[in-house]
């Protein structure tokens, strides 16, 4: 069964009456995924295209069973929002929204990751189980099913590299876009750890860029635990240090989170790194071909 | 958003963090007027969001009002690492018994606030941290639990300081937790945090980081903002509310979403051309945005050609092509343009272009064949 969003997937979308946030539930809705409910304060008892909206996710949780939630809230109420969807008892909380503050974020992740739920985001463009379920702005059209991991901190990049696996005749399990913010909720050593387990799964290939050590961490795990073989792509080479690229986490701090040491800590764990989004397709192809 | 040290004090003091007395200057005369009030010998310290300004003759003494003038005169305006001075800070001048060193830094990796102290201060931490590993005392602070005593007590002794200091330095501490937790700080460091010959614990120095996914509950901090302080381009595209960063190349690049953009640069970079710029449209960029992202990108003069890398999600490329069209109309472009468009809409996109056939625009299948087709045009252009 394909990871975080799949046929089980409920889903309640939190801001749906807004105008990304009907659209892109739509959209969700029109890929098969089951949406069975919205959420918007106040606007409790309309309908978005026959989709009930209630006013809280209690109620959307108890009415009509919701798992799994997609935050399209603004960045000011969006925090309130995930913990809102957390204490309603939702296991899945995937968080579209860009711009939520750090310690906002900080704090979430304090208080979700003891109880066990699964957070994706935020400022990021969700998951795709091809042929599945959609949850979150990707276009499914970019991608084939197929049998390959993709996890990213990026949302266009990794439609590039999902569009070059299509070119060479490679699809999906699940596409996992984890975010670019300095603090998200699944990693890349979540992400990878999820792929492991998954019988759909034989390949991943992860997208990483400049900032943090989290690419760091998934190579010491991937060199420890993982078995499922894996290929790699990283942005950033020509990033200056001290300045934030476009995703609030995208920043060289001193010497530390540039691509060059997330290569090396890569290929040190046998991973291959290719040195173009076309280059990383290539090497996907050839380790699927690789009897393994 | 980096402020100033000056401005980082001004967020001190209003914690109750003790700073030295002083004030601002943006002319000579105004800092002999500082030095006059302060009535004492001064420091003169040049204002850049850069460090090593000691070296560089950023940082002077002054016994008079005469001297601070003379002083302020030479700073300003000097050039510290690429970052032109335009104000000092002039500030009551301190006799120093002992340097330490306090942060407290957003750890993303372990997603707590670190807090770190030695008696080892007024030198880079990082030295600190390699040479001399069991001077530094540091700890996580769990971000639902706050800053409490134990933690103080902990990071006092750990860091082996004098027991008459200890409730000062806790004092300090606490109060530089609660400015970086109010103020969503990604930084709060005090290098050197002295002693003085009375025993008196007090900040001589700061560095203050604050996030900008927060300024909507800080007005008065992003007021701060010294757009002055930013290239041209780059004041205009923060202006407009365009994500750009000035490179030091002469490819100009296009794209839409951060991690694309950085590929674009690096592919760039590959195929043997350098990077001028990193600008992102963003998702669902509208023509009238692409419009003003050509505008900023074009102001660079060291620009000879640029490379439209788009790969539309909720983008669509017919939108981002009629953006193309429309800035061709309305600004000079001079440089020859490569575009790549790709995802929703590309067709229409690319028939678009096709059809209005603009001179020196060429269209490209792919993002490698686009990288290279650029840095051939760029070098012709030279």
Not at chain 1, 137 to 154: D, E, K, N, T, W
Not at chain 2, 62 to 69: S, V
Request: charged share 25%.
């Amino acid at each position: 069964m394909p990871i975080v969003v799949n046929a089980d997937t409920r889903l309640v979308v939190q801001g749906i009456t807004g105008r990304e946030g009907s659209f892109h539930t739509l959209r969700n809705r029109e890929y098969g995924t089951n949406v069975v409910a919205g959420v918007t304060p106040g606007k409790g008892g309309r309908d978005v295209e026959g989709i009930p909206v209630y006013d809280t996710v209690h109620e959307a949780v108890r009415r009509e069973g919701a798992n799994t939630a997609m935050v399209f809230v603004p960045p000011r109420f969006a925090g309130d929002a995930i913990l809102e969807a957390a204490d309603a008892g939702i296991g899945t909380i995937v968080c579209i929204t860009e711009g939520i503050p750090a310690h906002d974020m900080l704090r979430i992740y304090t208080h979700v990751r003891p109880r066990g739920i699964t957070l994706l985001g935020p400022n990021c463009p969700g998951a795709l189980s091809p042929g599945l379920a959609n949850v979150g702005i990707i276009p499914a059209q970019v991608f084939a099913r197929g049998r390959i991991g993709l996890v990213s901190r990026s949302g266009t990049l990794t439609y590039q590299i999902g569009k070059e696996l299509a070119d060479l005749g490679l699809g999906n399990s699940t596409i996992v876009g984890i975010g670019g913010d300095p603090v998200v909720g699944l990693s890349f050593v979540d992400v990878l750890d999820l792929f492991e387990a998954d019988p759909a799964t034989d390949l991943v290939v992860m997208v990483g860029e400049i900032g943090g050590d989290e690419e760091e961490k998934a190579a010491a795990f991937i060199g420890e635990r993982m078995r499922t073989p894996v290929v790699a792509y990283i942005a950033g080479f020509q990033a200056p240090p001290g300045r934030t690229m476009g995703h609030a986490g995208a920043i060289i701090s001193g010497s530390a989170g540039t691509a060059q040491a997330k290569k090396v800590a890569l290929e040190a764990q046998g991973v291959r790194v290719g040195a173009s989004p076309t280059e990383a397709a290539r090497l996907a192809a050839e380790a699927f071909a690789a009897p393994g | 958003m980096d402020l100033y040290e000056y401005q980082g004090k001004q967020l001190f003091a209003r914690y109750g963090i003790p700073v030295s007395e002083g004030s601002i200057a943006a002319t000579p005369a105004e800092a002999r007027e500082a030095a006059e009030r302060i009535a004492a010998p001064v420091v003169i310290k040049a204002q850049v969001l850069v460090g090593g300004r000691g070296k560089a003759g950023g940082v002077k003494l002054a016994a008079d009002p005469d001297e601070a003038e003379q002083h302020a005169e030479a700073i300003l305006g000097m050039d510290i690492r690429g970052h032109t001075v335009h104000r000092v800070w002039v500030e009551r001048s301190s006799d120093i018994a002992r340097e330490y060193y306090f942060s407290i830094t957003f750890d993303r990796g372990a997603k707590r606030p670190l807090l770190m102290l030695t008696t080892a201060g007024g030198v880079e931490i990082e030295e600190v941290a390699e040479k001399t590993p069991d001077r530094l005392a540091r700890l996580h602070v769990d971000p639902l639990v706050g800053f409490e005593p134990f933690h103080a007590r902990r990071l006092c002794f750990d860091a082996g300081l004098p027991a008459e200091e200890m409730r000062q330095a806790a004092d300090i501490m606490a109060a530089a937790y609660r400015a970086f937790v109010e103020t969503d700080a990604m930084l709060v460091e005090i290098n050197p945090l002295i002693v003085t010959p009375e025993g008196k614990l007090h900040a001589l120095d700061s560095k203050y980081t604050v996030d900008d996914n927060a300024l909507f509950r800080h007005p008065d901090i992003a007021e701060m903002r010294d757009l002055e302080a930013l290239p041209p381009e780059e004041r205009m595209a923060r202006e407009r509310g365009v994500t750009y960063v000035k490179l030091d190349g002469y490819v100009g690049i296009i794209g839409n979403g951060a991690g694309l953009v950085m590929s674009t640069l690096d592919v760039v970079a590959g195929a043997g051309g350098r990077p001028a710029n990193f600008l992102d449209v963003g998702g669902g960029a509208q023509a009238d945005e692409i419009v003003t992202a050509m505008e900023v990108l074009l102001s660079d003069p060291d620009v000879r050609a640029v490379l439209f890398n788009v790969f539309g999600g909720i983008t669509r490329c017919d939108e981002v092509a009629r953006g193309i069209l429309t800035a061709l109309e309305r600004l000079d472009v001079k440089v020859p343009m490569v575009v790549r468009l790709d995802g929703t809409n590309d067709v229409e996109g690319r028939q678009l272009l096709a059809d209005a056939a603009p001179p020196n625009v060429h269209v490209e299948e792919t993002m490698l064949g686009a990288a290279e087709r650029v840095v051939e045009l760029a070098g012709s252009g030279a």
